[in-house]
C-alpha cells in the first residue's frame, strides 16, 4: 500500500474514498482512530492509501478531478 492522500477533513476523506472505489481501486484509511484520539489537535492526520501498482491510476483519476492538491508528493 501506498500513500495517496493525508488529511482530517472527514467529509473530503469519505468523497475520496468513494471514487476511488468507484473506478475499481482499493482504499485503506491509516491512522483514523489515532486522529479521533488526538481530537481537534491535528497532530495525527488520517491517510488513504491504495494499493501500489494501483497507486498511478489513482493518482491520474485526482489529478482529473481537479482534486491534486490533496495528494502527498511522489
Known sequence: MRDLVTTNDPVLLSFLRALLEDAGIETA???????????SLGAVMQRIAVPD??????RRLLLDADLGQWMVEP
Open 29 to 39: 484509511l491509516f491512522d483514523g482512530n489515532m486522529s479521533t484520539v488526538q481530537g
Open 53 to 58: 501498482d494501483r497507486w498511478d491510476a489513482a
